[in-house]
């Protein structure tokens, strides 16, 4: 006798409910601001801060981002900041998946892109090799 097994992916309540249609009640909850794409209201919703107009029936946004983004929780604070100026602070415990090394970052809204992204603070230019080899040359 041959079993039949059925693989399948657990995304969480959140996406069942996006799939299944149904409408979310944010009444209950204070926006943390105006959605940088459509301008409606911004709310936490499971483990994503969600304009209001990406779940339910006939979403018309797709503006979605984490509550932790590389390791690196983003409080309410810092998302209505986002929201507000286009930029949080600089927040100091992201984690590469890459190289597993902490990094600091300011999350930033790309208008360009339409999403969240990685802001680098400008860093102090590097003395190129030849030129600092031959000022210790000449201190020498």
């Not at 979310?24 to 301008?39: E, I, R």
């Not at 810092?78 to 100091?92: I, R």
């Amino acid at each position: 006798m041959e079993s039949q097994w059925k693989l399948e992916f657990d995304f969480g309540e959140d996406a069942k409910q996006a799939e299944e249609g149904e409408a979310v009640d944010f009444s209950a909850q204070t926006t943390l601001g105006a959605c940088p794409k459509c301008g409606s209201s911004v709310f936490e919703h499971g483990s994503n801060y969600v304009c209001e107009k990406s779940v339910g029936p006939g979403p018309s946004c797709d503006f979605k981002t984490g509550k932790v983004i590389l390791t690196q929780p983003v409080d309410h604070t810092q998302l209505a900041k986002l929201l507000e100026t286009g930029k949080t602070d600089l927040l100091e415990n992201f984690v590469s998946n890459k190289t597993r090394r902490k990094f600091k970052a300011f999350l930033a809204f790309d208008k360009k892109e339409g999403k969240v992204s990685f802001e680098f603070e400008p860093r102090a230019a590097k003395v190129p090799a030849k030129k600092a080899a031959a000022k210790k040359a000449a201190k020498a």
